[in-house]
């Protein structure tokens, strides 16, 4: 059952929050947002998914946060992965607002790879999978990547190492890092790291670009 805070997501409501993040949708993308809430709120009745439980700051946190990575990184299109997807963040609002990317959603749980199932189904996205299983254990099944990205590393070494191996060749990574875990992710050798995008609305939490260290050397020769 909806509660009543739905009803404060407007097309108006929607695209204020994700302007202040120079996010724009048009009004296919509006009703897909609208629609993937309802089914969160929904399914977060009885499964963990998010502990926000607010709709409007649902879209702030998960949905703005999510988008804004397209604006510092060319999204429009190519192959990403989004790693410990968990309710669908980052991949699905960033395939939302980027249909022509093919995504992969890796998540570990079962209950909630049903979930994004349930979700890609209900929204009709095409060119979008899930993979339940955890990340170290895939490969070929990936390959090739333009993106990897996610929002829910525990360990940064072992992600990175994965990330840049020459059996994944992905070339670009994303993450939503806080400030004090910039320092231990850019010690990561295998890859080129740009400068830290602070996220809108945030004080501790960053966008962390890396380009794999190996690709941009050759590109370079």
Not at 168 to 180: E, I, S
């Given at each position: 059952?909806?509660?009543?805070?739905?009803?404060?997501?407007?097309?108006?409501?929607?695209?204020?929050?994700?302007?202040?993040?120079?996010?724009?949708?048009?009004?296919?993308?509006?009703?897909?947002?609208?629609?993937?809430?309802?089914?969160?709120?929904?399914?977060?009745?009885?499964?963990?998914?998010?502990?926000?439980?607010?709709?409007?700051?649902?879209?702030?946190?998960?949905?703005?946060?999510?988008?804004?990575?397209?604006?510092?990184?060319?999204?429009?299109?190519?192959?990403?992965?989004?790693?410990?997807?968990?309710?669908?963040?980052?991949?699905?609002?960033?395939?939302?607002?980027?249909?022509?990317?093919?995504?992969?959603?890796?998540?570990?749980?079962?209950?909630?790879?049903?979930?994004?199932?349930?979700?890609?189904?209900?929204?009709?996205?095409?060119?979008?999978?899930v993979l339940i299983s955890?990340?170290?254990?895939?490969?070929?099944?990936?390959?090739?990547?333009?993106?990897?990205?996610?929002?829910?590393?525990?360990?940064?070494?072992?992600?990175?190492?994965?990330?840049?191996?020459?059996?994944?060749?992905?070339?670009?990574?994303?993450?939503?890092?806080?400030?004090?875990?910039?320092?231990?992710?850019?010690?990561?050798?295998?890859?080129?790291?740009?400068?830290?995008?602070?996220?809108?609305?945030?004080?501790?939490?960053?966008?962390?670009?890396?380009?794999?260290?190996?690709?941009?050397?050759?590109?370079?020769?």
């Open positions: 059952m909806l509660t009543d805070g739905d009803k404060l997501l407007s097309d108006v409501t929607i695209r204020r929050a994700l302007s202040d993040f120079q996010v724009a949708v048009n009004e296919t993308q509006v009703l897909l947002i609208q629609q993937y809430i309802k089914i969160l709120l929904h399914w977060n009745e009885k499964l963990n998914l998010t502990a926000i439980r607010d709709p409007l700051e649902i879209l702030h946190r998960h949905f703005c946060e999510s988008m804004y990575a397209a604006v510092a990184v060319p999204f429009s299109c190519g192959r990403l992965a989004d790693i410990g997807t968990g309710g669908g963040f980052p991949g699905l609002p960033l395939k939302i607002l980027c249909p022509e990317l093919e995504l992969f959603l890796v998540e570990s749980s079962i209950k909630k790879g049903t979930f994004l199932a349930e979700v890609i189904r209900e929204l009709e996205l095409t060119n979008a999978r955890r990340y170290e254990e895939l490969s070929e099944e990936l390959s090739p990547l333009d993106f990897v990205c996610s929002r829910a590393v525990g360990e940064f070494g072992p992600f990175l190492d994965w990330a840049a191996s020459e059996r994944l060749a992905a070339g670009r990574v994303v993450l939503w890092v806080g400030g004090r875990d910039l320092d231990q992710v850019r010690k990561s050798p295998h890859w080129s790291w740009h400068e830290p995008i602070p996220v809108p609305q945030s004080l501790r939490r960053f966008l962390l670009v890396g380009d794999r260290a190996a690709v941009q050397s050759t590109e370079q020769r």
